[in-house]
T-cell receptor, first 116, second 110 residues
Framework: DTGVSQDPRHKITKRGQNVTFRCDPI?????LYWYRQTLGQGPEFLTY????????KSRLLSDRFSAERPKGSFSTLEIQRTEQGDSAMYLC??????????????FGEGSRLTVL | GNSVTQMEGPVTLSEEAFLTINCTYT??????LFWYVQYPGEGLQLLLK?????DKGSNKGFEATYRKETTSFHLEKGSVQVSDSAVYFC?????????FGQGTILTVHP
């Protein structure tokens, strides 16, 4: 399978614990995005990388959230001191380099977080 | 900032009925427009796209036309099937990232 893969698919944690999600993009894609989706809403942009550089962060990304893409390949999204309001589906997407990029993003199946 | 507004759902139709899901957008420039679909238990996948005014995107019997004058990108299908039951998201991409509407749930009954 050469699509975007995310791990874990489901995570249940207690309030105050730290969680980390991993995303492996499509191999030739240099842009990687994180989105959050809550029930009944469309995905909301969190942050994105071009290669290893984090180019933009949403105001939704509080200081408890940190994302990395150290080698320009896979990425991790860590949430520290989780709160019940963090419960959501965290989506990763990737896209082709600019020049061949029509704006289409390719999404993984998401990592569902439940904070008890 | 950019925004996308979709018609509120849910939408419930009988098989072979005509479908329209309205989508309007606000953007500072000339974005690319997309419809994504999320089938039950699956990830978001691209349904169709249009990159400039008057372009028509089409796929699987669905169509949408980029209307700059009305800032709209309405999704249509002439005859829906039960297998079209899903959540449909309109989105725009102007500055390298997608901005989504809130989604419209479509249920098609036999």
């Amino acid at each position: 399978d050469t699509g975007v893969s995310q791990d874990p698919r489901h995570k249940i944690t207690k309030r105050g614990q730290n969680v980390t999600f991993r995303c492996d993009p499509i191999s030739e894609h240099n842009r990687l995005y994180w989105y959050r989706q809550t029930l009944g809403q469309g995905p909301e942009f969190l942050t994105y990388f071009q290669n290893e550089a984090q180019l933009e962060k949403s105001r939704l990304l509080s200081d408890r959230f940190s994302a990395e893409r150290p080698k320009g390949s896979f990425s991790t999204l860590e949430i520290q001191r989780t709160e019940q309001g963090d419960s959501a589906m965290y989506l990763c997407a990737s896209s082709k380099p600019s020049g061949s990029n029509t704006g289409e993003l390719f999404f993984g199946e998401g990592s569902r977080l439940t904070v008890l | 900032g950019n925004s996308v507004t979709q018609m509120e759902g849910p939408v419930t139709l009988s098989e072979e009925a005509f479908l329209t899901i309205n989508c309007t957008y606000t953007a500072t420039g000339y974005p690319s427009l997309f419809w994504y679909v999320q089938y039950p238990g699956e990830g978001l996948q691209l349904l169709l796209k249009a990159t400039k005014a008057d372009d028509k995107g089409s796929n699987k019997g669905f169509e949408a036309t980029y209307r700059k004058e009305t800032t709209s990108f309405h999704l249509e299908k002439g005859s829906v099937q039960v297998s079209d039951s899903a959540v449909y998201f309109c989105a725009l991409n102007e500055d390298g990232k997608l901005t989504f509407g809130q989604g419209t749930i479509l249920t098609v009954h036999p």
